[in-house]
């Protein structure tokens, strides 16, 4: 079978039952999503983005870390404002750093979405359900980078993880799946520390201060999970490997 | 990241006259002409009318500057690349090792790195050409919500403050003896230190903020006034839709060619 189908069928599953629960436990209209904090959050949100991505830079550490913010702004105040967050910081990158930036803002966008859907379904309450939401966003932005960089930029870009790209295709891949088994190979990572260190940010902020922006119940940690929940976690996260495991050898076998 | 808000150069020219919606339109006419029309060689032919806008502008040589340090470096690292690694092609030019560089791959990447650098060249004369906040109060005024324009033009106010206080962090804890620069997994560990002050600090000021432009009318809806005029004449509405077409008759030659 087609692996890149696989894929496309798994992630959307995925996200088709994400966004049920998510709608079953939550409404989702904008409008919701946005007050005066929400507003003004979102530059401090963009700046946290660009920033922490420099400091990383600094530390000399292989991951981008760049959407940090854009998590934070999902989580607290859902998934539209999350969504909004993130095209904006590229669209600022792209003002200030490098107009380079500009294509990319879909899937920054992505992010931010996800983000707010993880936590409106009750995915950012503690380090392992945050964990869980990382590697969804991972998979989000998979799924909405992956075209842009086979029919925007022809599959190779300017990133150094081209090169994986590179050796992918002279091992006899076709472009899509080369594209797609590096993003695989990166993507997850930073996103389950981005999603973390949001989360860990989140846990340092006063509940008054949590309590002005629209979604603050998505952020409240839960004392002593229920036992049933622990072996809900424990299965997805079995699952979710084995789908990763899956498609690394159908990519890389 | 240097320390200024954006790349405008102040300058006298048709092209800063211009609305800036014209411009934004002027954007995306470069956009959807390189990547939509029927013609594969429009692409690299499009790269002359974008240089020759930054000349029109009178900032050919900030462009230059933007072109070599920026765009060029990316543009010609895809262009080796995708010559040397895409698969496909037949008439082999000329063998690297075991990889074979075809005519066909060759003239694929030329073309998709061509298109890439229109559309970033072209956002760059965009961003060179007009003022952030020229581009938002036109916009605002046209019916995109007042909120936009302060996201965009606030975080640019706030990005250079940020690094300023980045850099102090940086600098206050390395003083204290923070390690930033052996091993991976201190450097790992010197990530909590420099980010929790900052991020703490600058969300201390939200809640303030928020009061402020609540007392200033922030959610009102009704009209609001600009204190600045910017023109819009029958030229830059010629323009708007004369590009309009010409993108609508790419995209039909091309389905009609296909």
């Known amino acids: ?253 | 990241m240097p320390e200024r808000l954006s790349f405008y150069v102040k300058r006298e020219s048709i092209l800063h006259r211009l609305n800036p919606l014209s411009k934004l339109s002027i954007v995306f006419a470069f956009i959807f002409l390189s990547f939509l029309s029927p013609f594969r060689w429009l692409a690299p032919a499009l790269a002359i009318p974008v240089i020759t806008l930054s000349f029109v502008g009178n900032v050919q040589r900030q462009f230059l500057n933007i072109a070599l340090k920026l765009i060029l470096p990316a543009v010609l690292f895809m262009f080796v690349m995708q010559s040397i690694f895409l698969p496909g092609g037949e008439t082999v030019l000329f063998a690297i090792w075991i990889f074979d560089v075809t005519l066909e791959t060759v003239e694929k990447a030329f073309i998709t790195v061509s298109r890439i650098f229109v559309m970033i060249s072209a956002f760059a004369i965009l961003l060179l050409t007009t003022h952030p906040s020229e581009l938002m109060s036109d916009l605002t005024r046209r019916g995109l919500p007042g909120q936009f324009a302060y996201v965009i033009i606030s975080t640019l106010q706030i990005i250079p403050q940020m690094q300023a206080k980045a850099q102090t962090i940086i600098a206050a804890q390395r003083s204290r003896g923070l390690d930033t620069e052996s091993s991976f997994k201190k450097r790992v560990g010197a990530l909590v230190p420099l980010v929790g002050p900052l991020v703490f600090g600058s969300l201390v000021e939200v809640e303030e903020r928020a009061i402020a432009i609540e007392a200033r009318g922030f959610t009102s809806t009704r009209t609001k006034t600009s204190l600045y005029e910017i023109p819009d004449t029958i030229f830059d509405k010629t323009l708007r839709w004369s590009l309009v077409l010409l993108v609508i008759i790419a995209i039909v030659s091309r389905i009609w060619l296909s």
């Open chain 1, 1 to 253: 079978m087609d692996p890149t189908l696989v894929i496309t069928i798994v992630t959307a599953v995925v996200f088709g039952l994400l966004i049920a629960y998510a709608l079953l436990v939550k409404k989702m209209n904008i409008g919701d999503d946005f007050n005066t904090m929400t507003w003004v959050l979102i530059p401090v949100a963009i700046a946290i983005n660009l920033v922490i991505g420099q400091v990383v830079l600094v530390l000399k550490l292989p991951v981008f870390l760049d959407s940090i913010g854009t998590v934070l702004v999902g989580a607290i105040c859902g998934p539209w404002a999350g969504a909004l967050t993130g095209a904006l910081s590229n669209i600022i990158a792209g003002i200030v750093i490098d107009p380079g930036w500009f294509p990319w803002f879909p899937v920054a966008a992505a992010i931010g979405f996800i983000a707010g859907l993880c936590a409106n379904a009750g995915l950012f309450k503690n380090w392992w359900k945050v964990a869980i939401t990382g590697f969804l966003i991972a998979l989000g932005a998979i799924l909405v980078g992956t075209p842009i960089a086979v029919y925007l930029f022809g599959g190779i870009t300017a990133s150094g993880s081209s090169f994986i790209t590179a050796f992918l295709l002279q091992t006899g891949q076709d472009l899509v799946n080369a594209v797609l088994s590096t993003n695989f190979l990166v993507e997850p990572i930073d996103k389950i520390s981005t999603a973390l260190l949001s989360f860990a940010i989140v846990q340092g902020l006063s509940k008054r201060f949590l309590a002005r922006f629209p979604r603050p119940e998505n952020v409240e940690v839960e004392e002593g999970a229920s036992r049933t929940q622990l072996f809900i976690a424990i299965a997805a996260v079995v699952i979710l490997v084995l789908i990763a495991a899956f498609v690394l050898v159908n990519f890389l076998g």
